[in-house]
């Protein structure tokens, strides 16, 4: 139990373009999911947080117009990287909870590389 | 603000070494704090974790000691397979870890050598 799924696992888009990445929890329902940001050797970093029909929370320094974030439903959110410039490429992680003391899910993770 | 240092690898170790992997953290207040691990082409898993002062964490023969007075989360496992090579995270929260995102450390790469 306590799969979440993410797509696509890894993406290749042209500078300018936007790209969506989905995140599903299969067997749960979320109330709260998160994203992450992890660059090569370094930590997980925290980019934001949304609980279903509301609108997202963004940590310090991440632009929210930049990195739109939807969570329409207790199974889906995604992230919609707009106007991407390869210094976005990255490997992004979202996490699902159902609950604040249960802790979260992670889902595997996808890569974006921006040409 | 909160954050986490773990030792840097990679950590190698033949089988059935003791494995101890340090943790430390910088958190306001009384923070959950946990152990994730990652094998390789897949997410991250939670291995355990503590919600208070003294609190041991254990799963799969991994434990960890919530320490407030050294503001420690030292990772040990008295003897590692082959089957433990992976990433290790430690992580911590304001809550218990569902409803806030989580602090991560950079990682540990384990390898256990045969």
């Known amino acids: 139990g306590a799969v979440v799924s993410q797509h696509p696992s890894w993406v290749i888009c042209k500078s300018g373009t936007s790209v969506k990445i989905e995140c599903r929890s299969l067997d749960f329902q979320a109330t709260t999911m998160f994203w992450y940001r992890q660059f090569p050797k370094q930590s997980l970093m925290l980019m934001a947080t949304?609980?279903?029909?509301?609108?997202?929370?963004?940590e310090q320094g991440v632009e929210k117009d930049k990195f739109l974030i939807n969570h329409a439903s207790l199974t889906l959110s995604t992230l919609t990287v707009t106007s991407a410039h390869p210094e976005d490429s990255s490997f992004y992680i979202c996490?699902?909870?159902?609950?604040?003391?249960?802790?979260?899910?992670f889902g595997p993770g996808t890569r974006l590389t921006v040409t | 603000g909160n954050s986490v240092t773990q030792m840097e690898g990679p950590v190698t170790l033949s089988e059935e070494a003791f494995l101890t992997i340090n943790c430390t953290y910088t958190?306001?207040?009384?923070?959950?704090l946990f152990w994730y691990v990652q094998y390789p082409g897949e997410g991250l898993q939670l291995l355990l974790k503590a919600t208070k002062a003294d609190d041991k964490g254990s799963n799969k023969g991994f434990e960890a000691t919530y320490r407030k007075e050294t503001t420690s989360f030292h990772l040990e496992k008295g003897s590692v397979q082959v089957s433990d090579s992976a990433v290790y995270f430690c992580a911590l929260s304001d809550s218990g870890g569902g409803a806030d995102g989580l602090t991560f450390g950079k990682g540990t790469h384990l390898i256990i050598q045969p």
């Open positions: 958190a306001t207040g009384y923070p959950s």
């Open positions: 949304s609980n279903e029909g509301s609108k997202a929370t963004y």
């Open positions: 996490s699902a909870s159902p609950g604040t003391a249960t802790g979260q899910y």
